[in-house]
């Protein structure tokens, strides 16, 4: 069974920084892609940064370069999602999520984390 646990949420004043994680479990972490998106309320969810494990291929939003920087490390079959210079337009609710599929960085992923909840407080 696949699963995506996200962790490292929190509430940190504009400027700060936070460190997000997901561990995954249940397939070939290699051979997947996996993602970081995000769901403000009553926005739609978007899409933050991906990698491509087999090759660290790595995709940004124009909204995140240069502040967001995403990691994997496969020994954990963790990703990582580390945001500095973090504004109060980066609240959101964010999501993690895997495929198998080569380049594929959206919301047609097939497996998704719960959430962890980001609060940037100004």
């Known amino acids: 069974e696949v699963q995506l646990v996200e962790s490292g949420g929190g509430l940190v004043q504009a400027g700060g920084s936070l460190r997000l994680a997901c561990a995954t479990s249940?397939?070939?972490?290699?051979?997947?892609?996996i993602g970081w998106f995000r769901q403000a309320p009553g926005k739609e969810r978007e899409g933050v940064s991906c990698?491509?494990?087999?090759?660290?291929?790595?995709y940004y939003a124009d909204s995140v370069k240069g502040r967001f920087t995403i990691s994997s490390d496969n020994a954990k079959n963790t990703v990582y999602l580390q945001m500095n210079s973090l504004k109060p337009e980066d609240a959101a609710v964010y999501y993690c999520a895997a495929d198998r599929r080569a380049y594929l960085c959206g919301n047609a992923m097939d497996h998704w984390g719960k959430g962890t909840l980001v609060t940037v407080s100004s």
């Open positions: 990698i491509s494990n087999s090759d660290r291929t790595t």
């Open positions: 249940g397939f070939t972490f290699d051979n997947y892609v």
